[in-house]
């Protein structure tokens, strides 16, 4: 069955440092894929995403790098602040025999920033 | 522009009552969809609607109904709440699915169930 995990469930980075937050997924069919950013008590809100024909997009301050061949994908954010605390889902286009069907979201990385 | 609003932010429900979420897009979108996010946990859908009219079974669908019957809402019912629908109750909507599926999400809502 598909699956979206994420390596680590907290990570912990010194403000200023850069921050990696890593993703796996099990469906090779899959062609589209979001980060999300989820501070406490409020919902996801959109950071950025990459379409399966690209394997790096890049926002401001953010990176996505996309490997087709291990399955993985991976969200930098540069320069992290105290205002990046929060929790980090990756997802993507879940297919059935219907066609896309929704998105499936990791269990999330919640990033904690030291000052 | 509003974007996605849910009503209501809070709930307290006792066993066996029943209660509706509202959730209301302004921005045009076909599809909209409703969600449960446990502790430590992603998100998991639980119905969803890809269009006026429309709705179909997500990953968690036992124990809620919803209808579609305006463009711009989406409605969660919970017919007999149960302890384990303890929950916060996310609504999304996005302009069409596949690649168009970017979601954006409400506020939430944190329903607790006695």
């Known amino acids: 069955g598909e699956s979206v995990g994420l390596h680590l469930p907290t990570l912990s980075v010194q403000e200023g440092d850069n921050s990696i937050i890593n993703c796996a997924y099990s469906n090779s069919a899959s062609d589209y894929f979001i980060w999300y950013k989820q501070e406490s008590g409020k919902g996801p809100q959109f950071i950025i995403d990459?379409?399966?024909?690209?394997d790096k997009r890049q926002g401001q301050r953010v990176t996505v790098l996309l490997n087709k061949t291990v399955k993985h994908l991976s969200l930098q954010i540069a320069a992290t602040q105290p205002g990046d605390s929060a929790v980090y889902f990756c997802?993507?286009?879940?297919?059935?025999?219907?066609?896309?069907?929704?998105?499936?979201f990791g269990k999330g990385t919640h990033l904690i920033i030291q000052p | 522009n509003a974007g996605v609003t849910q009503t209501p932010k809070f709930r307290v429900l006792k066993t066996g009552q029943s209660m509706t979420l509202l959730c209301a897009q302004d921005m045009n979108h076909e599809y909209m969809y409703w969600y449960r996010q446990d502790p430590g946990m992603g998100l998991r859908l639980i119905h969803y609607?890809?269009?006026?009219?429309?709705?179909a079974k997500g990953e968690v669908p036992d124990g809620y109904n919803v209808s579609r019957l305006k463009k711009q809402n989406f409605l969660l019912g919970l017919e007999s709440a149960a302890p384990s629908q303890t929950s916060v109750y996310f609504c999304a909507s996005s302009l069409a699915g596949g690649t168009l599926d970017t979601q954006y999400f409400g506020p939430g809502t944190r329903l607790t169930v006695l």
């Open positions: 997802a993507h286009v879940r297919y059935s025999g219907g066609g896309a069907d929704g998105l499936t």
């Open positions: 990459i379409r399966s024909n690209m």
């Open positions: 609607s890809v269009g006026e009219g429309t709705t």
